[in-house]
């Protein structure tokens, strides 16, 4: 498998704090989960600048301009720095390509349901044209009191040194709530997405975290399936200074059994070859080499990040 | 989603890919109108790989011997399951074994050719042998011969394996596959290919846009629509007293893990799913809770119903109005409900379930901790509510002994 590993991932990620202050352009915004997300996004402070739905050109929704065209909102709003796209999942392409051709360059894709075959046409535009890609199948970004990136809910989150990369949507909610409630805010939260195939990967994200001021400490969630737990774990122990601690959903999930997320299931897809990766046991193992503690429930996490924040003190 | 044999080969067939003359069976006495020579193979058509080696395939020189084998391959079960259609084949005299697929490779996000010269049932004893390509551009016919060369292929065998390779590859893409595979692609004397088995994994999100995929899987018995096809409510059946339902594929499973901490066991559960299914956002939230429940509570092992909602843009009220509504709407005897809310609107939540005895908590732990009690708990001899807080008469007599309390 080593060739595989050897292929180069996504174009350069900004650090994390670059998105606090983003303006924002969202991509279905007169859709139906646009139009629920965006009052929520504007609540929070997220600057929208212009949405796009086909269709719906000159119109407004939640006090914002809709366009038929990225290209065509961008000259009347100005440049954007973000596109958050709700749009429906067979044309998630098109709306990807459109925004990348338009010189956008951080992309978040919420939407669950996107063909695999597209997001592999998706991924390689991100790559050649170095455009940055969370998702899809994902509740987004959020910069606690700063930034809403997709669908987070508030109330779960509040600012602090603590970031949480998942591959989930409402368990990263609920890891920032445990956190919360044991008075240890989040400097930054994402989902990358619970596809088999997603833009910004685990090590990304552990090195924009490794490098943001604000980040102390790391929490990772991961689940059964794939073999993104096991690479980070390696990541982790070749390049990540601040701690780590992991959480596996799934653990007593019976072997080849899908529960909703595409990527969640342990016998690997590549015809059976390497069954034991992306078991549970392959998971903690791999943790436990790169010697990142283990939370065996979401209310132990808390206490485990205090521990290795003052281990490391 | 998994097609079985016969449907691949049909695939197959439709690409260009040679595979033998074959007939679907549905009745043992329809080998009796058998336009195939024989000798001829009969193989049950089930979704496991080892069929041969459990008598699921047979060899046969004539229609009485062809009746006799498919009444025993129609009554054997292979891994539990029983074949509703054998597939009959033309016999084939294969020299040579190659394994060849084409898969998704999430790691790096591109498909990837898989090819070896020593296929069939050994394969997996011999994965080091596998040679892989990975696709990291627009397809084009040098991938597949870069394929047949790394297999250490050559002459008229590399042309022919590249051409296999590449009608695959097109098949992947054009049918929006998860998997195609071909184990054995039979070698004859005369070095010519032949796809004796095949294996081919539909993707479930891209089948709303495949109509004759989806024509095809809805032929097969037994199958299951796949749920995003039209984003109806999922139930998972198990084997214990525990109803459980939960928004999100990690917090399911993430609250079926704590159960089994607890010595819980699931009866049955529903994933109601994420924040961003297009096709059913958070809005029509209430209406699937209450085909959910419905659906949950109609399995008679159900004990308790714990309830796990981490609230969105749907406050726990909504939530909770949705339980209450349907506890007023389900009459007679009624399963408790056990909920774990979080979000806005908590506590109008907590009070409005706590007037029809159903416990609500904050902790997921806490929820769980209660749900395996209740279901600990000897069955009530109640009609009706109350159930909730208050202890159920200690009647009946549980084969469950308590696990924590």
Partial sequence: MSEIREVRGLGQPLPAMDFAGSRVLVQGIAEPLGALYVPLMQRYGT?????????????????????????????????????????????????????????????????????????VRLLREAESTETFVVGPSSPGIIIPDKILLGTHPPYCYQPGSVGIISRSGTLTSEVALELTRAGLGQSIAVGIGGDAIVGSSFQQWLQILEEDEQ???????????????????RYIAEAIEKPVVAYVAGITAPKGQQIGHAGAIISSRIARIGTEIGSVESKLAAFKRAKVPVADRPSKIPKLVMQALEKRC | MDLLEYQAKELFRQQGIPVLPSQRIDRPTELKGLTIPFPVVLKSQVYTSARGKM????????????????????????????????????????????????ALDSATRRPVLLGSQFGGVEVEAKLSKISQVVVTQEFSPYYARRLALKMGLEGKLLSAVTDIVEKMYRLFTERDLDLVEINPLAVSSNQELMALDGKIVVNDAAIGRQPELAS????????????????????????????????????????????????????????????????????????????????????????????NILGGVASCL??????????????????????????????????????????????????????????????????????????PAQTGNSPLILASA
């Fill in chain 1, 215 to 233: 980040t102390e400490a790391i929490v990772l969630v991961g689940e059964i399936g794939g073999e993104s737990e096991e690479t980070a774990a």
């Fill in chain 2, 318 to 391: 909504q939530v909770a109005e949705a339980i209450a509504g349907f506890l007023k709407w389900q009459s007679g005897q009624q399963v408790p409900f056990v909920v774990r809310l979080a979000g806005d609107q908590f506590h109008s939540a907590r009070g409005l379930l706590a007037a029809m005895d159903v416990p609500v908590f904050e902790s997921i732990d806490e929820a769980v901790l209660e749900a395996v009690k209740r279901s600990a708990a000897p069955a009530t001899q109640s009609v009706s509510p109350p159930h909730g807080a208050s202890q």
């Fill in chain 1, 47 to 119: 600057s929208i600048v212009a949405g796009v739905s086909p269709a719906f050109g000159g119109t407004e929704a939640a006090g914002i301009p809709v366009f038929d065209l990225v290209e065509q909102a961008i000259e009347q709003v100005g440049a954007v720095d973000v596109a958050v796209l709700f749009v429906a999942p067979y044309t998630m392409l098109d709306a990807a390509l459109e925004a990348m051709a338009a010189g956008i360059r951080q992309l978040v894709l919420v939407t669950e349901g996107i063909p695999p075959l597209d997001m």
């Fill in chain 2, 55 to 102: 008598g699921g395939i047979r060899f046969v020189e004539n229609t009485i011997d062809a009746i006799a084998a498919a009444q025993a391959i129609f009554h054997l079960p292979i891994m539990g399951k029983y074949p509703k259609v054998l597939l009959a084949e033309a016999k084939y005299n294969a020299e040579r074994e190659f394994y060849i697929a084409v």
């Fill in chain 2, 216 to 307: 095809l899987v809805a032929t097969i018995p037994d199958q299951a629509v796949p749920h995003a096809l039209t984003c109806s409510i999922n139930l998972v059946e198990r084997e214990g007293n525990i109803g459980v339902l939960c928004n999100g594929a990690g917090l399911t499973m993430a609250t079926l893990d704590l159960l089994q901490k607890s010595k819980g066991k699931a009866a049955n559960f529903v994933d109601l799913g994420g924040d961003y299914r297009h096709c059913c956002p958070p809005s029509v939230l209430q209406d699937r809770l209450k085909q959910a429940f419905d659906l949950i509570t109609q399995e008679k092992s159900v004990k308790v119903v714990l309830v």
